[in-house]
């Protein structure tokens, strides 16, 4: 990264969105858009990890009943990414890239919002 200038964010989206992959063979985009629901922040301070919630729930872009991809949605203020360890960061790109739901509860209970 030393010739990459900070700060530097790389998006990810889920594995149903067919973007590009990072090294881990994570779907990642090249610009936050509605696809987008983690990120990793990369600063002069460090990284910080980021991950989307709505009305204090973490996102699940594949609940039917839930989470609505609409562009009214994120229009909505309580669409938010929130700062979060890199250990919760990883389970959650792990249930973005298996739809496993004990990932996503594991995800919710350690960030406690």
């Known amino acids: 990264m030393a010739d990459i200038k900070l700060p530097y ?5 889920n ?4 973007h590009l992959l990072d090294e ?14 983690a990120k990793k ?9 980021y991950i989307l919630s709505q009305n ?4 699940n872009p594949f609940d039917i009943y839930g989470y609505k991809k ?3 949605l994120f229009d909505n203020k309580e669409l938010k990414f929130i700062k979060v360890s890199q250990k919760i960061f990883d389970m959650y790109i792990k249930f973005l890239n298996s739809q496993n739901l004990s ?7 350690e960030a406690l919002i």
Request: avoid cysteine; aromatic fraction near 16%; charged fraction near 15%.
């Open 56 to 59: 204090n729930t973490i996102v």
């Open 15 to 18: 594995y149903l969105s067919k």
């Open 70 to 72: 609409t562009k009214s």
């Open 41 to 49: 922040v990369y600063s002069h301070s460090g990284i910080k990890y």
């Open 24 to 37: 881990d063979n994570n779907a990642i985009t090249l610009q936050e858009s509605k696809e987008t629901y």
């Open 9 to 13: 964010s790389i998006f990810y989206t």
């Open 103 to 109: 990932l996503l509860y594991n995800v919710q209970r």
